[in-house]
């Protein structure tokens, strides 16, 4: 039983390191930089909600979170529709240059989205798509395709032939098989992908860094970096502000852990 | 194959399934790509006609420059230390919570949080944790630890660990759980017999857990050096790759260099020089270590 016990210690000091920055700002935010700079380790005393209130009551954090839902929703929403079909046609069609196509793809998961950003910058300046939302939703969703089509092309190549036969002799099209048989049969890794790509557009930086200048336009991540150089002297709201930014993130982890867990573990063995 | 349609109707559906997908990622992904390499070519600020052809002189400017030498090592430094830290780390947390533990369900939870929240929002929290005289020194302070008090993020000597650390804390539940999962694909009867043969517990998680554990190890060593070849959020907001360089990497060189200082040739012939790095890393690495575990999954 011994062991069972350092097997507990370790998990509490674990937990410990994990979860002591968290509160650290959460608790922070119920502080006012005086005391924060007086004991930077200490409770609040008295607590204090101020900070957390301005923050909720002004519209700045709110234009974040809507703008960054938008861009995560449409981003999902492209990658997982044109990824499917995509997976669709490279996993039940037989075609030349099938493979192909299916390893251009793949090359796609090695690239940097640092390498493509400069280029990618200028053709979203040619298209008049800065400050545009579409002009990180779309970039963004072009660069989850790879992952979209590495996890659902195995997954629907799983699915029997017998299943394609029957539809077919019922007097299915390929396009009526792929969207009243296929899509339900693949829906659980139709559902981790859709959180790969939406968890991966949420919490973009660079991108956003460079297409949006206007604040009005800025994403959750831009926004939380912004504010905290914007208002570095005043810790105690840097410390609600992100605080409250963690709360989406934490909150849908809550929500899509198993799939997000089973997607990268999934993911990563093929 | 079933009911194979005719020959045009075929190229057409076929065209309707891959072609929006195709469109989408050549214009955003390849098209770049393939332009990077041509400004790379010039000496261009990104503004007005393409500027004056210089051939490879931008590569060999960044390849002999000792702060684009110095980010690569910063990069590699970052890549082998996660190797010697983070990846025993994770085995013995994972080996630990793979016991049966109240509460283990919840421990995961927390222990993968820090890999959700963006490196964005992961940045700014140790920003302010690691302010001079801040929580973490106060807190080193009444450990008793306050001698070790150092300038976190404006020590040259020091940044890069600091950082390092910052990676560690937010990345280190990802290796937990992908270890996890792999020691859940480990059937029990394997172990018991080895215990049967009198093995003790840790001959056992030597040489029959561990060799099994390969595949997952290797898939976590592949996305991690490809990780800190790529590291740029979380330093681009800490310090910009400062002080004096100490901590520029690869990806904040490039971001720098183009968007600050309108190189946009030179930040192009970098960005070709990270992508080259990564492929080559993928591809031996594909070549030589994953050949066994995965058929086909990168590459």
């Not at chain 1, 200490?42 to 703008?67: C, H, K, M, R």
């Not at chain 1, 939406?198 to 460079?210: E, K, Q, R």
């Not at chain 2, 049966?100 to 964005?120: D, H, Q, T, W």
């Not at chain 2, 004096?244 to 183009?258: C, E, F, K, Q, R």
Request: charged share 10%.
């Amino acid at each position: 039983m011994k062991r069972q016990s350092i097997a507990y210690l370790v998990a509490i000091l674990v937990i410990g390191i994990t979860v002591v920055p968290l509160i650290f700002v959460i608790l922070g935010g119920f502080r006012t930089t005086q005391q924060i700079n007086s004991d930077p380790a200490g409770l609040p005393s008295p607590w204090v909600l101020d900070n957390y209130q301005a923050i909720l009551t002004s519209p700045e954090f709110w234009t974040f979170l809507g703008n960054s839902l938008l861009i995560a929703v449409v981003a999902t929403t492209l990658a997982v529709a044109l990824g499917s079909m995509a997976a669709f046609a490279l996993s039940r069609y037989n075609f030349r240059g099938r493979e192909a196509w299916y390893t251009l793809f793949t090359i796609g998961l090695l690239f940097p989205i640092g390498v493509a950003t400069l280029p990618l910058y200028l053709l979203l300046r040619q298209l008049e798509m800065l400050e545009n939302p579409l002009g990180v939703a779309l970039p963004e969703a072009a660069f989850s395709l790879p992952v979209t089509i590495v996890i659902l092309r195995p997954f629907m190549r799983a699915i029997p032939s017998e299943i394609e036969d029957a539809a077919v002799l019922d007097g299915a099209t390929r396009i009526g098989f792929f969207w009243r048989i296929m899509l339900p049969l693949s829906a659980p890794a139709l559902t981790t992908v859709a959180v790969l790509a939406f968890v991966t557009s949420w919490n973009a930086y660079l991108l956003p860094l460079l297409v949006f200048n206007d604040s009005g336009n800025f994403t959750l991540p831009l926004g939380v970096a912004t504010f905290q150089s914007q208002y570095s002297q005043d810790t105690a709201r840097v410390l609600a502000f992100t605080a409250l930014s963690m709360v989406p993130a934490l909150g849908f982890f809550m929500l899509a852990e198993r799939r997000i867990v089973g997607g990268l573990t999934g993911s990563v063995k093929g | 194959m079933s009911a194979v349609p005719s020959g045009l109707r075929r190229k057409l559906e076929l065209s309707l399934f891959l072609g929006p997908a195709l469109l989408l990622f050549i214009g955003f992904v390849l098209v770049p790509m393939g332009l990077a390499v041509y400004y790379s070519l010039y000496n261009w600020t990104g503004f007005g006609s393409l500027g004056e052809f210089t051939g490879f002189q931008n590569y060999l400017d960044a390849l002999t420059g000792s702060v684009f030498q110095n980010a690569v090592w910063h990069n590699v430094l970052i890549a082998v230390l996660s190797l010697v830290v983070q990846l025993p780390l994770s085995i013995a947390l994972a080996l630990l919570l793979n016991r049966k533990l109240r509460g283990r369900a919840f421990l995961r939870v927390i222990v993968f949080a820090p890999y959700v929240l963006s490196e964005a929002i992961t940045a700014v929290i140790w920003l302010l944790i690691l302010q001079p005289g801040g929580f973490a020194d106060q807190v080193l302070g009444a450990a008793g630890l306050g001698g070790l008090v150092r300038q976190w993020l404006a020590d040259p000597d020091l940044v890069l660990f600091t950082l390092f650390v910052v990676i560690t804390w937010k990345y280190i539940g990802f290796g937990i759980i992908l270890l996890l999962a792999g020691l859940q694909g480990i059937p029990a009867e394997v172990r018991e017999a080895a215990a049967l043969d009198g093995a003790s517990a840790w001959q056992t998680t030597r040489h029959v857990v561990l060799p099994l554990l390969g595949p997952t190890m290797r898939i976590w060593i592949f996305l991690s050096v490809i990780g800190s070849l790529q590291l740029f959020d979380l330093v681009w907001i800490m310090t910009l790759g400062g002080p004096a360089n100490a901590s520029t990497t690869m990806a904040t060189y490039l971001i720098d260099h183009g968007f600050k200082r309108y190189e946009f040739g030179f930040g192009s012939a970098v960005a070709v020089i990270l992508f080259i790095i990564c492929f080559t890393f993928a591809l031996l690495y594909q070549r030589f270590a994953l050949r066994r575990d995965t058929q086909g999954a990168v590459g």
